[in-house]
Each structure stands twice: as C-alpha cells, then as structure tokens.
C-alpha cells in the first residue's frame, strides 16, 4: 500500500470473471495502436502502476505531482478543464490551481507529444489522458457494461472512470488505481471494480 493513500477495495463485479470482450463486425475509425498512443492510453513502460488523479487531489497538494516515485501519473484533460473553473479565486484554492498549471507547464514545455509521457525525477512519468467515447478504440466488455450503469457520459466522474477502464484495457501488465479525496467517486469506483485510494497525507511520498 502507498504510505499516502489508501487502498479501497472493489465490492460490485468481478473483472477477472468476465466474459472476453466481443469482437467488433465494424470497421475500426482509426489505427488502434495510434489512436492509443495518441490518447495516452498506454505507459511509456509497463513498469510501475498507473495513477489516475482527480482534481480535487490536485487542488488538496499541487506538490503530489513529485510523489509518486517510479509510477506513472496520469492527468485527464477533463481535470485540467475542471481546474480552469478555480485559477481566478482569490483563495487558497485558487492558488493551487495556478501552482499546478504552473508545474504542468514547466513539465510539459520540453515535450513534443504530451500524451507519451514526461520522465519525473522520481524515474516515472507523468501524461495527459484524453477520454473521447466517440472515437476511442475497441471498448471493453466492463466499459460497456459501465456505460450500462452509469450512461452520463458527459459528466466529469463518469469520464474519468472511463478512462480507467480504458487504461486497465491497454496496460495489461500495470495496474491502474484512481486517486480522489471524493467519497462518492471512492464509492461508484468500488461498485465497477476500480481499484481508487484516497490521498491522504501530502506530505509522505506516494510509493508502493
């Protein structure tokens, strides 16, 4: 367990027990190992796990982006959207916003593709996400049947849940968690198998 998170574990159905996901008689809209990549949907290695962090863990501690050692952060660009709406508050919150646009700036001026992966001193990595139900690959068996229980697929946590189907899908030798202080996020997560913690101390690092 990460000394500053804290693992909770899903209750609802069974990903290993699920039936192999149907092939598609449709014709793909892209190259799926492009549109992969193009979406960061993939690790730059599959060394490590894969932590998808949600706003308000940002918000909580813009430094977590140096926590978490040799793992892979993932930030969705719904997150970043989400953090546009507090840049102009003359609060606390605020402040943060801008402090971790700050830093993503800084991480990302050197990188020609955002989406593959930025080395963090920590020997990870840190990528933009991007979650797009249209024109994502071949989604899996637990995506359809989430987009069954849950078929807002506008709306934000939803989203970002998704996109975690979508990165156990294609990283199938690293494991994938969400990060979130949201007791009801922490809750849908562990209905649809999702393995989410909760950060909770910002000032030990993140680390298996």
């Given amino acids: 367990m990460n000394p500053s998170t804290k693992a909770m574990q899903p209750a609802l159905f069974d990903q290993t027990n699920a039936a192999a996901p149907a092939k598609s008689t449709r014709k793909p809209r892209r190259n799926t190992n492009k549109a992969v990549e193009e979406f960061g949907l993939k690790a730059p290695s599959q060394m490590g796990k ?3 962090l949600d706003t ?3 918000l909580h ?3 977590c982006l140096e926590r978490f050692k040799e793992n892979h952060i993932c930030i969705l660009v719904d997150v970043l959207a989400e953090l546009d709406k507090f840049k102009s508050e003359q609060s606390e919150r605020g402040a943060n916003a801008r402090r971790v646009h700050r830093r993503l700036t800084e991480i990302f001026a ?3 593709i955002v989406t593959r992966g930025v080395a963090t001193q920590g020997g990870g990595t840190i990528r933009l996400v991007i979650y797009d139900p249209i024109s994502c690959p071949d989604n899996s068996e637990q995506l359809k049947q989430f987009y069954r229980i849950f ?3 506008e709306r934000v946590d939803h989203r970002i849940l998704a996109a975690c189907f979508l990165l156990q899908q294609y990283n199938p030798d690293g ?5 979130t202080k949201d007791i009801n996020l922490q809750l849908k997560a562990r209905a649809v198998n999702i393995e989410c913690q909760d950060y909770l101390n910002d000032k030990v690092d993140a680390r298996e």
Avoid: E, F, I, W
């Fill in 151 to 153: 078929p807002d697929r």
């Fill in 175 to 179: 494991q994938v968690a969400l990060v």
């Fill in 110 to 112: 050197t990188a020609a």
């Fill in 61 to 63: 501690d813009p430094g």
């Fill in 50 to 52: 894969n932590y998808v």
């Fill in 56 to 58: 308000n863990v940002l």
